[in-house]
Structure formats: structure tokens, C-alpha cells
């Protein structure tokens, strides 16, 4: 609860930037307030505390994944805080990414479909400013609106969903409405559409197929430093809410959403993987393997074990922090405008070190040991198989190998014999070492040690 | 209260939402102006709102009127970010129809 008040006051300092004139202060100021809050998180550990009249409930799932969006956020600041430097209106681009946090970790602590909801829309709608937030460029202009529609469009299902949940059990309560539904006695049909309702509007929001088609376009035109701050934090976020909300409030309900998780899980990852094949665009490529993550966490909702969340966890770290060293380089490669992948050929011969990193950070989404991204897929397939589902894992399994193929291709672009001009190579700046460097000794310490991470929770 | 639920019972207030809210589905799914495809969302919200304040005098408790106005707010908010980007895009393109936006690739 610390973490997330000293956030939003952070978010409303960084407004006041401008007017009060300490802009030059202003990241400072917000990475010691992040390193505040992420402390309060650990000192929180094992309290268990509920606020509010029961609003927010700060388990240790809650302070985990907070403490790792506050991290990812952090790590996110090497670089994006260019994003809060370059242009007379930092101070509102870094509030926005502040409240865009609270957001988050609102809506990964709730405990009343309320705060849920309220969570998820600070999130949505920072989230479609910060899309949008190149005003000149046509293309980020409509990522924001088209992130805009599906994001409301989406939101609408939610709440019908939520308000059918609140016809049949009379509680926004997680609790309440759990032990409504262990009643039973209640409209059947209801309750079962306003789950189906809930969950369509949640996986429109983790960028689940049959409703991803949003996430490329969004991903691809928005600046790339928002694009990156979506595929980590919020995607964490999204899966954290998920989570939470499915195995306290609808567990007894499995039957219903279970066996759609499950079918949805698979083709989300099969059409994430096979999509990113055919892309050119190294930022269209990761928008596409960052739909396929997503279904393989949907696995661990569909498995729904006494692993799952510890999994979960594990994995959107794994996935967060490659993906934050795989964006660290795109985003040295967009200064020259070329965000293709042959945009790197050749780079192992000049800079060989940068090579080696994001090699490393590539075995880590494509999930090849020792890396963190191999542990993560090995508990989630391990939770999925004795949750039952040996068909999920045997599909998992075969688009993990799709996925091996479009991520070697970044690596035997990286060392192609005939390299590009040296002038059209990405110039990687301090900073872009620093998050590369870090995100590959990370993904390597959690495959050193990954059950710890899992243990947090489980 | 309830009397006024004894005069029209709660079956109506659901059918007439579910009906508001398929009309709002309809029209994102199909008009092409982004402003009418906008206000089909709000109608959507709306049809949330209608159902929640019945549900919340059928069950004699406040939590849903509660509710309502938190979506009332955060539509109000959606709309200002919306209107804005919508804006924008017009003094950009001079249009705002939804086909025009083709820039990425579907």
C-alpha cells in the first residue's frame, strides 16, 4: 500500500515539474521515490495486510509482483528517462508513466472488482496518451487510437461481465462473490456469461487470440520506448490481475472458463509464434513473440495449480527482463530510423560484446537453458503437466520450437559474414550497455538460481 | 424502492440492457466514423450503468450505485483522452474515419 501511495505522489510531483521549475530535478527525484517504494515493499513482506475495508489486499503475490513492476519500471529508466528529457513536456510524460505504475499495481492488489476495475482504466488510459504521445508521427497516432477503441471497447465487456457477477452475488467482494458462488443457488446463466464477459474483456487486455489483432499495430507504432514499457510492465501487470482474480473469486466456476483458457492458450501461442516468423520488422517481431508469451502464460490460468502462480511470476520477470534487453537495442537501432532486423547484420563483427548479450538475452525468450527464459518454461509446462493438460504442453512445446527459429534468425543476422556499412549499424550509447549488460547478468542469475524466484510466492 | 421494482420487474431492466449494450457492440463492430464508433462505447458504459443501479435496488444495496458513479468518472476521463486523440488524428489526416488509418499494417 506504501509502494502505491508514494507512487501516485510521485505522479503528482512530476506534474508540478513544470510549474515549479525543477525539471532538472525531476529523475532524480522520481528513481529515489521508486527505490523508496520498491524498500517499503520488502520491509511489507509477510504482513498479509488488508486495507480499505477490504479494497486492497497485500498478500505476498501482491507485494512480489509490485516489487517486480517498481523493478522492471527502474531498469525501464536507464533509458526512458531520454523519454522525459528531450521534449518540453517531460514532466507530463513522466507522470504518466507514473500513474500508469499505480495503475498497475492497483489492479495487482485488489481485492474488490472496484478497485480492479479502477486500476485497469488508470493503467488503460495513461497508457493510450503515452501511445499517441508522438503527435507528429501519423503512425503513433493511430496506435493510440486504435489502442484507444479496442481498450474501451474491451472495457465495456468487463463491466457488463462485472455487473451480471454483481446481479447474481450482490458483492464486488473477491471473497464475497467466492463464497456466493460455493452457495451455488444462483443464476446459472448469469454467472456463466458474466465470467465469459470478464474473461473476453481480460484477454483482450493481455493481447489474447482471438483478440490480439490490436497488439502488433499498437506495438509497432507507438514511440518504442512505451512500446517497451507495455510489453513489460503492463503485460506483468495484466497477467498478475488475471491470476488473481480467476483463482480466488472464480474457482469454483472451472468448469466454465477453464477448458477456454485452455484452447485459447494454444492458439494464441501457435499464432503468435508462426506471425513473428514472417516479420521483417524486428519491433513487429517482438510484438508478435510478446502474443505468444502471453499464451504461454495462459497455460498456468488453465492449469490453475498450487505452482501456477509462483510460475507466472517466474515467467513474466524471465520474459520482462529479456524483453527490456531485446528492446534496449531496438531502440539503439531506431536513432537511424532502420528497425529491421537485417538492421543488425553484421553487428557481432564490429561491437562483438553487444552480440553476445543480446545472443544471450534471444537464448532467453526463445527459452534454451542456461538462461532464465528456459527455467520459466520448464515450471509452466511442469504446472501444466500435472495439472493434466499433456496436449497444452505437447502444442507449448512444438511453438516453442517455431519460436527458436525467428529468434536465431536475430542471432545469425548478428553474425552474417557480410556486414552493413558501419555507419548504418545501431550506435549503441552508454545506457544501452548498461540495460543490455544488466538484462543479460539477470536472466543469467535467475537460470543460475530460479527456485527462489518461484518460492517468493508459492 | 423496491415498488418500483414490483412495477417493472427486474427482467426488464437486463433485457433492456443487453439490448442497449448489443446496439453499442454493433455499431464499433461496424460504423466507420470514429466519433459514432466512440459514442457506441459510451452507450455500451451506459448499459452497464443501467443494469448496475437495478441490480443495486433489487439487492437493496448500495455497492452498485457506488459503482456506477466510478464508471460515470472514468468514462468522463476516456472520453477527454479520446476527443483529444481524436483531435489530433483530424489535424493530421483532416478525417476521422476509421478506414483512413492504414498506416501500420492490419
Redesign the interface.
Known amino acids: 500500500m506504501k509502494a502505491l501511495i508514494i507512487i501516485s505522489i510521485l505522479g503528482v510531483v512530476a506534474m508540478m515539474a513544470d510549474v515549479l521549475r525543477f525539471k532538472k530535478l525531476l529523475v532524480p527525484i522520481i528513481v529515489t521515490g521508486l527505490f523508496i517504494a520498491l524498500a517499503t515493499v520488502c520491509m511489507d513482506w509477510n504482513t498479509d495486510i488488508r486495507y480499505f475495508n477490504d479494497m486492497a489486499y497485500f498478500d505476498n503475490y501482491a507485494l512480489a509482483f509490485t516489487g517486480a513492476v517498481i523493478f522492471i519500471t527502474l531498469l525501464w529508466m536507464l533509458i526512458g528517462q531520454e523519454y522525459f528529457q528531450d521534449s518540453h513536456t517531460k514532466g507530463e510524460h513522466a507522470a504518466l508513466i507514473l500513474f500508469c505504475l499505480s495503475g498497475a499495481i492497483a489492479m495487482i492488489s485488489f481485492s474488490d472488482l472496484?478497485l480492479f476495475?479502477?486500476g485497469l482504466?488508470i493503467l488503460s488510459?495513461s497508457l493510450?496518451?503515452l501511445a499517441?504521445s508522438n503527435?507528429?508521427d501519423?503512425?503513433s497516432?493511430?496506435?493510440?487510437?486504435?489502442y484507444?477503441?479496442m481498450g474501451?471497447?474491451a472495457?465495456?465487456f468487463l463491466?457488463?461481465g462485472?455487473?451480471?457477477i454483481?446481479?447474481a452475488t450482490?458483492?464486488?467482494n473477491l471473497q464475497g462473490i467466492h463464497d456466493a458462488l460455493a452457495k451455488g443457488a444462483i443464476s446459472p446463466l448469469m454467472v456463466k456469461t458474466g465470467v465469459l464477459l470478464i474473461l473476453v474483456g481480460l484477454l483482450f487486455k493481455v493481447s489474447a487470440a482471438p483478440f490480439h489483432?490490436w497488439a502488433?499495430?499498437v506495438y509497432?507504432?507507438s514511440p518504442t520506448l512505451v512500446t517497451m514499457f507495455m510489453a513489460t510492465v503492463v503485460k506483468t501487470a495484466a497477467f498478475a490481475a488475471f491470476y488473481r482474480l480467476f483463482s480466488t473469486c472464480f474457482i469454483s466456476l472451472s468448469d466454465t472458463w477453464i477448458p477456454v483458457v485452455a484452447a485459447l492458450s494454444a492458439i494464441t501461442m501457435l499464432l503468435g509464434n508462426i506471425m513473428a516468423v514472417f516479420q521483417t520488422s524486428f519491433k513487429r517481431m517482438l510484438a508478435y513473440s510478446s502474443i505468444a508469451h502471453a499464451g504461454y502464460m495462459m497455460m498456468a490460468i488453465a492449469a490453475m495449480n498450487e505452482v501456477s502462480a509462483g510460475s507466472i511470476f517466474l515467467y513474466a520477470i524471465a520474459y520482462s527482463i529479456g524483453s527490456l534487453g531485446a528492446f534496449a537495442c531496438l531502440h539503439a537501432m531506431s536513432v537511424n530510423g532502420d528497425e529491421s532486423i537485417s538492421g543488425l547484420n553484421g553487428l557481432g563483427k564490429r561491437q562483438p560484446k553487444v552480440a553476445i548479450f543480446l545472443s544471450l538475452i534471444m537464448f532467453s525468450l526463445a527459452g534454451i537453458p542456461p538462461v532464465a527464459g528456459f527455467f520459466a518454461k520448464y515450471y509452466l509446462f511442469y504446472g501444466a503437466l500435472i495439472g493434466g493438460y499433456t496436449w497444452l504442453v505437447i502444442i507449448a512445446v512444438m511453438s516453442s520450437l517455431i519460436g527458436v527459429y525467428y529468434y536465431f534468425k536475430v542471432i545469425f543476422a548478428l553474425f552474417k559474414t557480410n556486414p552493413i556499412a558501419a555507419e548504418e549499424l545501431p550506435i549503441l550509447l552508454p545506457k544501452h550497455y548498461v540495460l543490455l549488460i544488466l538484462t543479460a547478468i539477470i536472466s543469467l542469475g535467475i537460470g543460475v538460481s530460479p527456485a527462489w524466484l518461484q518460492s517468493l510466492i508459492s | 424502492m423496491n415498488s418500483i421494482l414490483s412495477v417493472v420487474p427486474i427482467e426488464y431492466y437486463l433485457g433492456l440492457s443487453v439490448i442497449l449494450f448489443t446496439i453499442g457492440v454493433m455499431g464499433v463492430l461496424f460504423r466507420r466514423n470514429a466519433i459514432i464508433v466512440f459514442m457506441c462505447i459510451e452507450l455500451m458504459l451506459n448499459a452497464v450503468n443501467l443494469l448496475l443501479t437495478a441490480f443495486s435496488t433489487l439487492h437493496g444495496e448500495a455497492g452498485g450505485q457506488v459503482m456506477v458513479f466510478f464508471i460515470m468518472a472514468v468514462a468522463a476521463a476516456e472520453v477527454a483522452v479520446g476527443l483529444a486523440i481524436l483531435v489530433m488524428i483530424y489535424n493530421n489526416l483532416r478525417t476521422v474515419d476509421i478506414k483512413e488509418m492504414n498506416k501500420l499494417k492490419w
Open positions: 472496484t476495475f479502477i482504466e488510459i493510450y496518451v499517441a503527435k507528429s501519423l503512425r497516432n493511430e496506435a493510440g487510437l486504435k484507444f477503441l474501451a471497447f472495457t465495456g463491466l457488463f462485472i455487473a451480471l454483481y446481479g450482490a458483492t464486488f489483432f502488433p499495430d509497432e507504432g
